[in-house]
């Protein structure tokens, strides 16, 4: 398989969207009159515990080999796809500006979505995957739709069956721009849940400037991986810490995740070929690209 497809993210249209949106974002999160780096809310300047103990688990079915008893033994899970829709938790406003932004955070076919108490402008985004020897990972994506660039620092754990923890989550974004969506991979033990037990989450607006990128890739398959080759283009010269590549299938779930870190410095242009093992490679599909170029 090989194509090439340019992907606009966070340009243009999206941009007319946010800036369309902006009167019902300062309804929502007030007259925005924070000044930069200083707390969203005041409920974030400690420490706090965010918890999704109301949401339910998103898979609608797994491998009848599996009991919610037993941990996730390899072999039983190799080539499947969790069936499940999106939950929702956001309010009826964020939803309408979650689902308007043109990036490639809409290919996915998220398994949650919610805002933490007191953050309705920080959505975060959850969905599993399995490799080809059956570990499950999650994708954990936190998307601003705040009308400014936001810091965002959060440390927690995945949960099991009965809230064991069965994976760390470590996530830390600089400058996340207005419409702008940065993935986290992480790896789980056991069958997840569907939730998330956040230790500490602390969005700020940023000092830093988010600069406007778009991207060209093309992906080609071999017999050991999924190849694809991706050009970052930003607007004006720029730093790039993280380009993650998501596969999707042709219903949006997701098949794989896999990062590139460039080396430290700006440019406006950042080449990279991001190599996918797992199910990207056997399942037709998609692929989506996200970055955070700042300044």
């Not at 470590?170 to 033990?189: D, E, H, Q, R």
């Not at 992906?219 to 590549?245: L, P």
Request: hydrophobic share 30%; charged share 15%; with cysteine.
């Amino acid at each position: 398989m090989k194509k090439k497809l340019a992907v606009l993210l966070a340009v243009g249209m999206s941009t007319v969207l946010l800036s369309g949106c902006a009167s019902l974002i300062r309804a929502m999160y007030g007259s925005n009159t924070n000044t930069q780096n200083q707390p969203i809310t005041t409920t974030t300047t400690t420490t706090t515990t965010t918890t999704s103990e109301s949401f339910e688990p998103w898979m609608t079915s797994e491998p009848e080999s599996e009991s919610e008893s037993e941990p996730s033994t390899g072999s039983t899970l190799v080539g499947v796809t969790p069936e499940y829709t999106t939950a929702t938790y956001l309010s009826t406003e964020a939803e309408n500006i979650i689902k308007s932004l043109n990036t490639d955070y809409s290919k996915i076919n998220w398994g949650v979505r919610y805002s933490p108490d007191g953050m309705d402008g920080l959505v975060i985004s959850v969905s599993p995957y399995f490799d080809e020897a059956g570990s499950c990972y999650l994708v954990v994506a936190f998307t601003n739709i705040y009308d400014k660039p936001i810091d965002v620092s959060a440390s927690g754990y995945a949960k099991g069956n009965g809230g064991t923890n069965i994976g760390s989550v470590y996530m830390n974004v600089k400058a996340l721009g207005p419409g702008n969506t940065y993935i986290g991979k992480v790896f789980c033990s056991d069958m997840p849940n569907g939730e998330i037990h956040w230790d500490y989450i602390k969005p700020e607006f940023s000092e830093k400037e988010y600069v406007y990128w778009e991207a060209d890739y093309t992906g080609s398959t071999g017999s050991m991986s999924m190849d694809v080759e991706v050009n970052v283009m930003c607007k004006e010269a720029a730093e790039v810490n993280q380009i993650s590549v998501v596969t999707v299938d042709t219903k949006g779930n997701v098949t794989d995740c896999n990062s590139f870190f460039p080396p430290s410095g700006s440019s406006t242009n950042y080449n990279a070929i991001i190599s996918l093992y797992g199910m990207a490679k056997t399942t037709p599909g998609d692929a989506c690209i996200f970055a955070n170029p700042v300044k």
